[in-house]
């Protein structure tokens, strides 16, 4: 059973990210063979300032170490350093009907936000993201809600290829067809600014990062947009604020709902948000302290990084052997 799944190096890591994906990451690799990477090729589908990219790159691979991913139980690596998922991603390409990539909701949503640079590159973008997926064979993919219909995709690609090409000999499927791993309570943060909207780096307003610091955190909580009234119940529609405070509250505390609710019952918005913000700054500092670790010991993340690259290679390699046998490019 192969857990795989990526994150983009496009900003720092926020509560939605961290709740929505990489805390399952932490604890999949405790049971799992999971492999984790940074997705800098998705990245550059936004403009990229070439100078910081690197940089990006290793802060990312800190935050990572630092909230718990243990290269000593799953392989860490940069995505763009595996040659393979370029080449894969070309060979998908030629399977995957155009119509099917300009219905995705993030393509729809990126082509409205970065008007002056809609490229080939965000339209192929699910195709990427499905190479990465089935050059390792993968069964299960933690991700947040908002990569659902990539993940479908993904699946309707490994289905189109294994019928296309799985009947030449050794005949059998190429790629496993993997799921989906999504957790309802946590799967799709809202924005504290909107919470209507997501959380997400693309609006860097609407994030809690899990690296800031304690003022931050409280100034952030005790503004976050909240409903009318002052009862701290959880109702999606009528209360889409204070909901989304207890969803965090209650992923970080472990404590449920319900409990939450009783124990600020008569006690308004102002002092919940006040307890709230306290368990966050107690919850998120040893991930600041670690973070602080990790960025002095560049030598360590590299070659945390370069371990990582080999053993990944190895996976995609063997598939990829398969694959250009399948497909003819090389003799059986
Ligand atoms: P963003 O959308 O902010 O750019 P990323 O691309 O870094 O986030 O997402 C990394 C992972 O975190 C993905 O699996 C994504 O589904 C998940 N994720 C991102 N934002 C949220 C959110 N607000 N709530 C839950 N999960 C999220
Ligand atoms: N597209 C994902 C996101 O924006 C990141 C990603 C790239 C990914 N490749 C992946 C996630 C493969 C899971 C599996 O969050």
Redesign the pocket.
């Known amino acids: 059973m192969r857990v795989l799944?990526g994150?983009?190096p496009?900003?720092l890591i926020?509560i939605?990210?961290y709740?929505?994906?990489?805390k399952h990451w932490i604890e999949l690799q405790e049971k799992k063979e999971c492999v984790f990477f940074i997705a800098d090729l998705h990245a550059l589908t936004v403009l990229r300032e070439p100078k910081t990219l690197q940089k990006d790159i290793f802060e990312l691979a800190a935050e990572l170490l630092a909230v718990g991913l243990d290269p000593k139980k799953c392989i860490i690596f940069v995505q763009s350093q595996v040659k393979e998922h370029t080449e894969l991603t070309w060979l998908l390409n030629t399977i995957t009907p155009v119509a099917e990539l300009e219905r995705m909701t993030q393509y729809k949503t990126k082509t409205k936000q970065f008007k002056k640079n809609v490229n080939a590159g965000l339209l192929n973008y699910p195709v990427l993201q499905a190479a990465d997926i089935l050059l390792y064979q993968t069964n299960l993919v933690?991700?947040?809600?908002?990569?659902l219909q990539h993940l479908e995709l993904t699946r309707t690609i490994a289905r189109k290829f294994n019928q296309r090409f799985g009947r030449y000999p050794p005949a059998g499927p190429i790629f496993i067809e993997p799921k989906a791993l999504i957790t309802e309570i946590?799967?799709?943060?809202?924005a504290l600014t909107e919470p209507k909207k997501?959380?997400?780096?693309?609006f860097p307003k609407s994030c809690l990062y899990l690296f800031d610091n304690p003022k931050i955190i409280r100034e952030k909580i005790m503004t976050a947009v909240t409903d009318p009234g002052k009862e701290i119940k959880y109702n999606l529609s009528k209360k889409p604020g204070i909901s989304n405070l207890l969803t965090i509250y209650n992923l970080f505390s472990g404590r449920t709902i319900k409990e939450i609710e009783k124990e600020f019952k008569g006690k308004g918005y102002q002092i919940f948000k006040e307890k709230l913000a306290q368990l966050l700054i107690k919850k998120l500092e040893p991930f600041r302290r670690k973070k602080k670790e990790f960025e002095l010991n560049q030598a360590f993340l590299e070659k945390t990084l370069e371990d990582g690259r080999k053993r990944a290679q190895v996976i995609a390699e063997k598939t990829m052997k398969n694959v250009r046998k399948k497909m003819g490019l090389s003799s059986f």
């Open positions: 799944s994150i983009q496009t900003g926020h939605g990210s709740l929505g994906a990489i933690p991700v947040g809600k908002d990569q946590g799967a799709k943060i809202m997501k959380m997400s780096k693309s």
